[in-house]
């Protein structure tokens, strides 16, 4: 199928990365609205106003993704996909052929699952769900919609995850916990107990260490 | 989701010869439980190995339902009669409640009535063919053992787990997923090694050791003890004063 992408940032260059060397569509075509084009063409496909995109492309056989990031507690990317919806484009996913997942994986539209991840058996994706490079979702686990999953992220089996949540790189979420809808986790937190909705949850961050790296005592 | 015939793995790198050697004598299975790890475990084996699920098995009293995914529930005893010790083998995969003194006990009392164990190890893992491990353990997917590791009976080593070159995994051990654990550590029986936590090459930790998610263990740690933070400090007390333990 003909894809169309909407976004122009690194995160849509990464799904034309992985449409284009991994799957059986074709990018035809970039769109954002129109006051946001500066460039004619985005890697060799034209970048086309969002209004207009039904008069520059036939509507059949052309699918859209929605390629934005977590701007606005993910709220950004789920009011373009519901506008392209309005459009009665039919919207795409995209599973890494690199990812471990299994074939009866249930995942809804608009989501885009990168290389390196794995997901156990019995295990939700709703829509407009963006997983990045080498994260683990347990088995039975839910990501509502909405959500914001980075890279090397760890959610383990039966954890809920609440719409719009944003989960940050290197993350740990132990067994069965909920994590409420708009929670955003910063990278490297281990997260061992419910959270609240709309709140923020981060790590300490690395400490500068007085002892001079070349005067640290041997290890072994 | 009943059936599963048509279900394949979807991944760049499908079964290598190692696993498929150590999966590779076709029998028929009996999984003990009918908890979410039972049913991760009927998944596991029905679409990722050469064994055959024929049965769920439970104690006295926990007999819910009458069938499970399609296959009966048999009380323990039904078992011994319906599939008695050498027409199948069983898998025991409970989780580290009891700090895994659950499924060690369980696993023990099967095997006084003669029954033995397969293990299990995901096509999507990396191991090598002269991997030693023990029965009853369960390798997931991403999981890397390197050369000279060897791994005990009963033991749950979950997604993406990480084990080093010449490290010793004790017998009845539960390390969750994407735990890294580097050369030459020792993991005594029992223990409980967190969700993405890291042991530092050469550590040694005694038996029934708590470490904590995410937790960086850079000492060795004492037998019972609980370990959390980074770096991992010991919480005063037990695991025996761990509620989620109990």
Redesign the interface.
């Known amino acids: 199928m003909n894809v169309v992408i909407f976004g122009l940032g690194e995160i849509a260059s990464l799904a034309w990365h992985a449409f284009t060397h991994d799957s059986a569509h074709r990018v035809v075509a970039f769109t954002v609205d129109r006051r946001y084009i500066v460039e004619k063409e985005l890697h060799g496909c034209p970048v086309l106003p969002f209004d207009s995109l039904k008069a520059s492309l036939p509507q059949d056989g052309f699918g859209i993704y929605v390629a934005l990031g977590w701007k606005r507690m993910n709220a950004l990317r789920a009011e373009v996909l519901e506008r392209a919806r309005a459009m009665h484009y039919p919207v795409l996913s995209h599973i890494s052929s690199r990812a471990n997942v299994w074939s009866d994986l249930v995942f809804g539209e608009n989501c885009l699952i990168h290389q390196g991840v794995s997901v156990g058996p019995f295990t939700h994706i709703e829509d407009n769900c963006l997983i990045f490079g080498g994260a683990n979702i347990g088995h039975h686990a839910r990501i509502q919609a909405n959500c914001y999953v980075a890279g090397r992220a760890m959610v383990s089996g039966g954890v809920v995850v609440g719409r719009g949540s944003v989960l940050g790189a290197n993350y740990t979420i132990t067994d069965g916990v909920r994590i409420a809808p708009s929670t955003f986790i910063g990278a490297g937190t281990v997260i061992t107990f419910d959270t609240l909705p709309n709140r923020v949850y981060t790590a300490p961050g690395a400490r500068l260490r007085k002892v001079l790296a070349d005067r640290m005592p041997r290890t072994r | 989701?009943e059936s599963g015939g048509?279900?394949?793995?979807?991944?760049?790198?499908c079964p290598s010869q190692w696993s498929a050697t150590l999966n590779s004598t076709p029998r028929e299975l009996v999984i003990f439980g009918l908890g979410?790890?039972s049913?991760?475990a009927w998944?596991?084996f029905t679409?990722d190995s050469s064994y055959r699920v024929v049965a769920f098995t439970v104690d006295e009293g926990y007999q819910t339902v009458s069938s499970f995914h399609g296959l009966p529930v048999l009380k323990v005893t039904a078992l011994l009669d319906r599939f008695p010790p050498g027409s199948v083998l069983l898998s025991v995969p409970l989780g580290w409640r009891e700090m895994n003194g659950l499924r060690a006990a369980k696993a023990a009392e099967l095997k006084t009535f003669g029954y033995q164990f397969a293990t299990y190890i995901s096509s999507?893992s990396l191991v090598w063919p002269d991997l030693e491990i023990g029965e009853n353990s369960m390798v997931h997917?991403?999981v890397i053992i390197q050369p000279f590791a060897s791994v005990g009976r009963n033991c749950n080593i979950r997604?993406?787990a990480m084990i080093s070159h010449h490290v010793r995994i004790g017998d009845d051990c539960f390390i969750?997923?994407?735990a890294v654990i580097a050369g030459y550590a020792r993991v005594g029986e029992r223990c409980v090694i967190?969700?993405?936590s890291t042991i530092?090459?050469?550590r040694i930790l005694g038996r029934r050791c708590f470490l904590?998610?995410?937790a960086v263990l850079?000492s060795d740690a004492e037998e019972g003890g609980v370990y959390i933070g980074v770096p991992a400090r010991r919480r005063p007390g037990t695991v025996e004063d761990l509620e989620s333990v109990r």
Not at chain 2, 6 to 13: A, E, M, R, T
């Open positions: 989701m048509d279900i394949v793995l979807i991944s760049g790198k979410p790890l049913e991760l998944y596991l679409h999507r997917d991403g997604a993406g969750a997923a994407r967190g969700l993405n530092r090459e050469g904590g998610a995410g850079i």
